[in-house]
Structures are given as structure tokens and as C-alpha cells.
């Protein structure tokens, strides 16, 4: 990041942050950074006038996080959706790119070859024997899981461990994150929801979290496409 970030630097901080991993603490340190960059780009009259309303009122959002004990993660998110002009140019067309991607997921949620993926059959099996009434079939299913989970796991720490430089991000590249860390988020929930023996929501979390896996992967695939060589 810039020495001295502006707000729109962290605004962009937060598309590529997964705030579901950030301790409430954490994230309102960064609220508190935030607020202190509206506050002197507008002192110091770096925000133009056809822009300063729509900085007032995401203030006035920040201000209300700050008033709570546990921040709302995805009242946060929606941030990027109202307030998108005022992200770095860098990030021109991001809403545009948003809805693109939302038309790839639908397609990819109408898609029955996801159920056959292999992290999934793997996953529906092992539920499906937790639902079993012999101690043994149970037991499989737990162990199962409990390899599944221990690899997404690995797999989230090894994505998030890749440092993320804001000057080198653009609206694609930001949209792949965001949904990469949606797709990590749906997994995990998929795992708290079978802990909690509520097997019907933790099926339905895994295969969102799949879809948003698979669409990423359409997704990347045709923007290397699209590329001038």
C-alpha cells in the first residue's frame, strides 16, 4: 500500500480483504483508518464536488460501523457496490465487471455437472453417512469431513498468504478475489453447518461454494482468453 493511503486506497482494501477472517478489533482499526482518510481528503479538497455527497454519506456509514460492538461484514461489502466511483481509476468498469460475473454464476448454478466435482461427491458422501444410524458409517463420514475440511483450510491459508499490491490491482482482477473469498466463505459455512448437525444448509452452502469455485475458474479462463497477444 501507499505511504500515506488515501480513502480510496482503502476502499480497495476492502474488496481484496476477507473481513470474515479479520477479528472485530481489526476491523475497527481499519474503520478508524478510513474515516481519518475521508476526513483529511475532504480538509484537504482532494475529493471533487461531483463526488463529495457520495463521500459524506459513505462517512456517515463508516461512523455508524464504528457505533456498534461487532462491525456487519456485509453491510461493509455493499460499500463497494454504492460507492464503486470512488475507487481508484484503476478500477474503471468494476460494477460492469460485477455483472458479468453474476451472469457466468448463474449460468454455472444451472450447470448439474457441479454436483459431480470431485470435492463434492466427496462431501455429499460423507454427510450422507453422518445421517446413517450404524456408529461406523458415522464415524467415516466425520473423518471424511474432517479431511475436507483440513484441505480447504490449507488451501485458503495458502491463497490468503499471497500478498495482495494495490497498485497493481484492476476491476477483473478484484472481482476474481472477491469471489474467490466468497467461494472459501461458502465452504467454511458448509463445514460450521455440519458441526451443528443442520446437514440440508451445509449441502447447500458447499455446492454455492463450488459454483462460485467453478464460475472464478470460467471466469479467469476466458479474461486470459480475451487477452491481445
Known amino acids: 500500500m501507499t505511504v500515506n493511503p488515501t480513502f480510496s486506497d482503502l476502499l480497495l482494501l476492502l474488496a481484496v ?50 457505533e456498534i460492538m461487532a462491525p456487519d461484514r456485509d453491510q461493509m461489502t455493499e460499500w463497494l457496490l454504492d460507492c464503486s466511483e470512488l475507487l481508484p481509476p484503476a478500477m474503471d468498469g468494476f460494477s460492469e465487471e460485477l455483472d ?77 478475489r472477491m469471489h474467490t473469498l466468497d467461494a472459501f466463505e461458502s465452504w467454511q459455512k458448509a463445514f460450521r453447518y455440519v458441526h451443528t448437525k443442520e446437514f440440508d444448509e451445509a449441502v447447500d452452502s458447499a455446492l454455492e461454494g463450488a459454483c462460485l469455485f467453478t464460475a472464478v475458474e470460467r471466469w479467469t479462463s476466458e479474461r486470459v482468453g480475451s487477452r491481445p497477444s
Open 17 to 66: 480483504t476477507d473481513l470474515h477472517e479479520s477479528g472485530d478489533d481489526e476491523v475497527g482499526e481499519y474503520l478508524e483508518h478510513l474515516l481519518g482518510a475521508i476526513e483529511d481528503d475532504l480538509e484537504d479538497g482532494l475529493v471533487s464536488d461531483g463526488k463529495r455527497e457520495l463521500c459524506l454519506a459513505l462517512k456517515e456509514r463508516v461512523l455508524d460501523q464504528m
Open 100 to 176: 458479468r460475473f453474476d451472469e457466468l454464476l448463474e449460468i454455472v448454478f444451472d450447470d448439474e455437472e457441479v454436483e459431480e466435482l470431485e470435492r463434492v461427491r466427496r462431501f455429499l458422501y460423507c454427510v450422507d453417512l453422518l445421517e446413517q444410524d450404524e456408529w461406523m458409517q458415522r464415524s467415516e463420514g466425520a473423518k471424511g469431513l474432517g479431511t475436507l475440511e483440513e484441505e480447504m483450510f490449507v488451501l485458503r491459508d495458502d491463497y490468503l498468504s499471497v500478498p495482495v499490491e494495490l497498485e497493481e490491482c484492476d476491476a477483473q482482477s478484484v472481482v476474481t
